[in-house]
């Protein structure tokens, strides 16, 4: 093999792998962009809910948001209590 056709295989091969490395920045980025619209649209629906809700039942949704917050505040804990601990980590990340 040739040193020129052994620079036009390695140009190549770099070639295709940054068309991949490429392909799938864009796959990640639509992805990204997908889960935001989902999640705008879930925010939107419950705030549709709460919304009809607050109409039909007035409080509703100030009793919603307390429910939310204490919910928020279990999982928290719950989190942070399920944690591993990995003795590497900083005391303040643990």
Do not use: C
């Amino acid at each position: 093999m040739t040193p020129d056709a052994h620079n036009s295989d390695d140009s190549d091969d770099q070639r295709r792998r940054l068309e991949r490395e490429k392909s799938l920045a864009e796959q990640i980025n639509s992805l990204r962009r997908e889960d935001e619209v989902l999640y705008n649209i879930l925010a939107l629906d419950v705030w549709a809910l709460a919304k009809t809700m607050d109409e039909f039942h007035p409080g509703f949704w100030a009793a919603f948001m307390k429910n939310r917050e204490k919910a928020l505040k279990r999982f928290m804990e719950e989190m942070i209590r399920s944690k591993p601990t990995d003795p590497k980590r900083p005391p303040f990340l643990k």
